[in-house]
């Protein structure tokens, strides 16, 4: 139950940071979701490494959004840099 509601929570969180970096994205919205969900597990992978959460507990909404927002960023610096050549 707990990858269902990372799942969940990331694809919020994929629709949030949508809104909160504006503008043109190189997969429109369904990569920008699935990078939400992809945040969301890396959120849930760092914060459990640092000692944020516990074994098992998913990331909290905010450490989702957080993660989803650089992986965006990351994604954005890649495929603008190979659509450009």
């Known amino acids: 139950m707990g990858i269902l509601w990372t799942i969940i929570i990331g694809f919020l969180a994929g629709i949030v940071a949508k809104f909160l970096m504006p503008g043109r994205d190189p ?26 959460y516990r074994p098992g507990e998913g990331a909290g909404f905010i450490g989702a959004i957080v993660g989803a927002i650089v992986i965006l960023a990351i994604y954005r610096m890649i495929a603008g840099r190979s659509t450009t050549v």
């Open 27 to 52: 997969g429109g919205f369904i990569i920008t979701t699935l990078l939400g969900i992809a945040g969301a597990f890396v959120a849930t992978y760092l914060g459990a490494a640092v000692g944020w």
